[in-house]
């Protein structure tokens, strides 16, 4: 795995909590959302989402519920919880810290 692809799987914590910080969603619309709004720089596949889904569901950051979708198909919905809030805060707070200190360091 390269340096750039450690970073990316690094970062979806991150950016599954950014994303649902606004509305609760299910694992496609997460997926499509975060291709929208990286104008298609981060792509996630389901093989690297639901895993990223669970774990923030067993650390307590999000919470899920079943709901009827189109027709008869039910859908796991993912809303972030009060505890997510606060870490995508502090999380987005170090990253921010990163890149800056990064770019400095770079361009010293």
């Known amino acids: 795995m ?4 450690q970073l990316r799987k690094g970062s979806t914590p ?3 909590l950014s994303i649902l910080s606004n ?3 299910y694992g496609y619309q997460i997926m499509r ?3 929208k709004r990286s104008e298609g720089y981060f792509t996630m596949t389901a093989a690297l989402l ?3 889904l669970h774990q923030l569901e067993k650390d307590g950051l999000l919470k899920s519920e079943w709901q009827a979708g189109q027709g008869k198909r039910k859908r796991k919905y993912y809303s972030i919880t ?3 809030r606060k ?3 502090n999380t987005n707070k170090e990253w921010k ?4 200190t990064m770019q400095k360091t770079l361009e010293a």
Do not use: N
């Open 87 to 89: 870490s995508l805060e």
């Open 14 to 16: 991150l950016l599954v």
């Open 33 to 35: 959302e975060l291709e």
């Open 2 to 5: 390269t340096q750039l692809q």
């Open 97 to 100: 810290m990163f890149i800056t």
């Open 50 to 52: 639901y895993p990223a």
């Open 82 to 84: 009060s505890k997510g």
């Open 23 to 25: 509305e609760k969603m």
